[in-house]
């Protein structure tokens, strides 16, 4: 082969690879368009409860009838299966696409739990590999036209939170949730800066575990320390959401598998996070781009 035939291959191979990349963002963009508010949710902490916050988030959304998406992009430590009592099932597939599962009226969620052959399964993967499933799971999931669509980020500024933000793109909203000690502030703030950096607005902060409230006498013992979460939103100038309390019943809630919101409604924790929900629920009757929050 001439030199000039190698040119000439080589620039078509060029143009079509252009042309695929081109057809997969327009086919991304085409499926995001039907979702109207994206959240994702995140921490540069673990072990705050930030899967708990995210779950009791899009149960909350979707017993208020909006029809709700909820994306686990934990790759090593994926959680939802076991918080919503899902594990073992198995997404079937529809002309190439996966059907996510059914978690109960208006409420669909992907994970990449339902697809490991079993819990001991180790994953084993760097950032491309992570980057391509979460784009899997983005286009290659049957979504839905969706009100809104959680997502669910392991802890840190990472391959995970990185991909989903950039996929998403600057209409993607960021509740960052952290707990009131220092050690988990410290990171947090991290977390604030690096939505800033990537041109994604906050919503805000949640404070969890923020104190237990004694069922016997009523006295609140603050074990983590308090006012971390408050301190940082004046700090980093994003608003506070609001406080949730350490409580027994939401513990037991997520090793059952269930949200806490389900079967609860009153006392301090379900009054706390909905009044953490009502604004972010309120964006769905404000056109799509805007937010009651700002």
Not at 112 to 120: H, I, V
Not at 196 to 209: A, I, K, R, S, Y
């Amino acid at each position: 082969m001439s030199t000039q035939e190698g040119k000439t291959c080589s620039k078509k191979n060029a143009d079509t690879h252009c042309e695929g990349k081109n057809v997969a963002k327009h086919a991304l963009r085409s499926s995001l368009d039907r979702i109207k508010h994206k959240i994702v949710v995140l921490s540069g902490k673990g072990g705050v409860g930030k899967s708990t916050v995210a779950v009791n988030l899009a149960q909350a959304l979707a017993m208020s009838g909006k029809l709700t998406g909820l994306l686990d992009v934990d790759v090593h430590g994926p959680s939802l299966p076991r918080l919503l009592s899902l594990r073992g099932e198995r997404p079937q597939l529809d002309a190439g696409r996966l059907e996510p599962i059914n978690a109960g009226p208006n409420l669909w969620v992907m994970s990449l739990g339902f697809l490991l052959s079993s819990e001991r399964e180790a994953v084993v993967w760097r950032g491309p590999a992570k980057m391509k499933m979460i784009k899997q799971f983005l286009l290659d999931v049957i979504w839905r036209d969706l009100d809104f669509l959680v997502v669910d980020c392991p802890p840190g500024t990472g391959d995970e939170p990185l991909s989903v933000l950039q996929l998403l793109g600057p209409e993607a909203k960021a509740l960052i949730v952290t707990t009131p000690q220092g050690v988990a502030v410290d990171d947090v703030r991290r977390s604030v800066t690096f939505c800033t950096e990537l041109g994604n607005p906050v919503l805000g902060l949640v404070e969890n575990m923020s104190g237990h409230h004694c069922s016997h006498c009523g006295q609140v013992d603050n074990i983590f320390g308090s006012g971390g979460g408050e301190t940082l939103a004046e700090e980093m100038g994003v608003p506070l959401l609001g406080k949730i309390p350490l409580d027994p019943e939401m513990v037991r809630a997520g090793d059952e598998g269930f949200a806490f919101l389900r079967v609860h409604s009153e006392g301090p924790t379900a009054q706390a996070m909905n009044r953490i929900i009502a604004p972010i629920l309120a964006m769905a009757t404000n056109p799509v781009g805007t937010s009651s929050l700002t």
